[in-house]
């Protein structure tokens, strides 16, 4: 079992930048696949992006491509998402989210097992 924990979230101006950190314990995160979503008030949660196990593949929904960036540190047991050229309509409650059973990335929320706490983002204009 692994738990995960988001940190990095705030308040930020729309075009500035955020990074969150989902660090992970209990299971080296060597083993799993990473996921980014996000839940704005009265919406669904949605995909953000995921990383491969081994961190060479990444995926990303259409809203933040050539915007966010995943990136994986094994050896910190931490997944990073580097938010840029931020706007108002990304701000959500963002979570991470992981899982041992698949090694690619799995855009639906419902193929991860563990979950951390989110991470507010607030974007104003």
């Known amino acids: 079992q692994v738990q995960l924990v988001e940190s990095g979230g705030g308040l930020v101006q729309a075009g500035g930048s955020l990074r969150l950190s989902c660090a992970a314990s209990?299971?080296?995160?060597?083993?799993?696949?990473v996921g980014w979503f996000r839940q704005a008030p009265g919406k669904e949660r949605e995909f953000v992006g995921g990383i491969s196990r081994g961190g060479g593949v990444t995926d990303y929904a259409d809203s933040v491509k050539g915007r966010f960036t995943i990136s994986k540190d094994n050896a910190k047991n931490t997944v990073y998402l580097q938010m840029n050229s931020l706007k108002p309509e990304d701000t959500a409650v963002y979570y991470c989210a992981a899982d041992l059973r698949f090694g690619g990335v799995q855009t639906s929320q419902y193929g991860y097992l563990y979950w951390g706490q989110g991470t507010q983002v607030t974007v104003s204009s």
């Open positions: 209990g299971r080296t995160f060597s083993s799993y696949a």
